[in-house]
Structures are given as C-alpha cells and as structure tokens.
T-cell receptor
Framework: GDSVTQMEGPVTLSEEAFLTINCTYTATGYPSLFWYVQYPGEGLQLLLK?????DKGSNKGFEATYRKETTSFHLEKGSVQVSDSAVYFC????????????FGKGTKLSVIP | EAGVTQFPSHSVIEKGQTVTLRCDPISGHDNLYWYRRVMGKEIKFLLHFVKESKQDESGMPNNRFLAERTGGTYSTLKVQPAELEDSGVYFC?????????FGPGTRLTVL
C-alpha cells in the first residue's frame, strides 16, 4: 500500500541554519504531496503542496519539489527562525475520488537562538 | 472565522469505559475527517463524511468505534468499550474542497 517515510527527529538547528527534512513515498499512480506543520498546542496546518511531477510548492520561505524519479518531496528552508520550531509532517493523497491523507511519522524541529 | 474545534482536549478513562469525542468543523465545510495518531506512529485516516453521509470508513479499526455526523454539522466519535491500544491523539479535519483544516486534537488515554 501507499506510505510515506520521513527522516526521524528530533532535529535541532541554530537560528539562520539551513534546513532539510527528507521525505520519500511509495504509492500507485500519481499522488499529490503535502507538507503540514503543527505548532505547539495547535492543529496541523498546510504548509505547502505539489500536485504533479516537477512542481515546486513554497510558502513562508519553505520549499519542496515533487521528484517522481526519486519518489521524494524534501522540505527545505534557507534560514530557519526560532518561530519555525514545530513538528513537520509529509503526506500524500492518491486522489481518484479519495480524500484521505497518508502521513509520515513527523519530524520535530527545534531552532535555538 | 473560527477554525476546527474539538472537545475535550484531553480525556483519561479506564479500560472498558465509553468515551465520546466531538468535532465542530469550519462552517460551510461539507467534508469532515477523523484521523488518529498512536504514540510513535503515523497519523492514520479513520473516516470521511460528506455532509451526514459516510463517504469512506476504510480506516475504522473495528466495531468498537462509531462515528456520526448529525445534520451534516458537528461530528462525534464514540469508542465503546475502550481498550488500552485506543490511546492516542484523535484529530478532526474539515474541508470545502481539497485543503484539509485540522483541529488541535483530543488526547485520549486509556488506563
């Protein structure tokens, strides 16, 4: 079945460091791919998405490119801030009438001043 | 505009008891979803309502779980009787189209 694998955390970075969180997927067909973020005490928020191969999703300085050849959707940010501390989830949706999201386990990011 | 709300935020019950979780979606969102995250595992899909109808309940683990959505508005998820392995965080989400908006979750602990 379909699945998402993302790098285990926690990840601790200094402010202004470069961030990469790896995400790979296994799915039949051509899924849509998502990154969700959960700040402490809040629900998951959609951070960015990509719906087809080579699409780049971007938001708040974060980027991820849908790589069909490597089945990957790695999250990157050039300079993290303390306010980026959160749990990040990679997810996919197979479409074709299904709305369910398949998530990875989540990666906790802590950014220290 | 109010977001997705869930009640209670935490619930601690004993094995064999019944618990009912509530979700209020964003007004106007016909789609409502339940997900669950067991400790250390992925967030797993449970089911999807369109208005008051169950569109997809392929993720419901067993018949101890009963989800309802009264009049296509709020939804409840009842666990009866609760087992230890039901502990986790239960998330509700709603959508108008494809972007799902999540609530903060209900943390359920079964002792």
């Amino acid at each position: 079945g379909d699945s998402v694998t993302q790098m285990e955390g926690p990840v601790t970075l200094s402010e202004e460091a470069f961030l990469t969180i790896n995400c790979t997927y296994t799915a039949t067909g051509y899924p849509s791919l998502f990154w969700y973020v959960q700040y402490p005490g809040e629900g998951l928020q959609l951070l960015l998405k990509a719906t087809k191969a080579d699409d780049k999703g971007s938001n708040k300085g974060f980027e991820a490119t849908y790589r069909k050849e490597t089945t990957s959707f790695h999250l990157e940010k050039g300079s993290v801030q303390v306010s980026d501390s959160a749990v990040y989830f990679c997810a996919l949706n197979l479409g074709a009438g299904s709305y369910q999201l398949t998530f990875g386990k989540g990666t906790k990011l802590s950014v220290i001043p | 505009e109010a977001g997705v709300t869930q009640f209670p935020s935490h619930s601690v019950i004993e094995k064999g008891q019944t618990v009912t979780l509530r979700c209020d979606p964003i007004s106007g969102h016909d789609n409502l979803y339940w997900y669950r995250r067991v400790m250390g595992k992925e967030i797993k899909f449970l089911l999807h309502f369109v208005k008051e109808s169950k569109q997809d309940e392929s993720g419901m683990p067993n018949n101890r779980f009963l989800a309802e959505r009264t009049g296509g508005t709020y939804s409840t998820l009842k666990v009866q009787p609760a087992e230890l392995e039901d502990s986790g965080v239960y998330f509700c989400a709603s959508s108008f189209y494809d972007e799902q908006f999540f609530g903060p979750g209900t943390r359920l602990t079964v002792l």
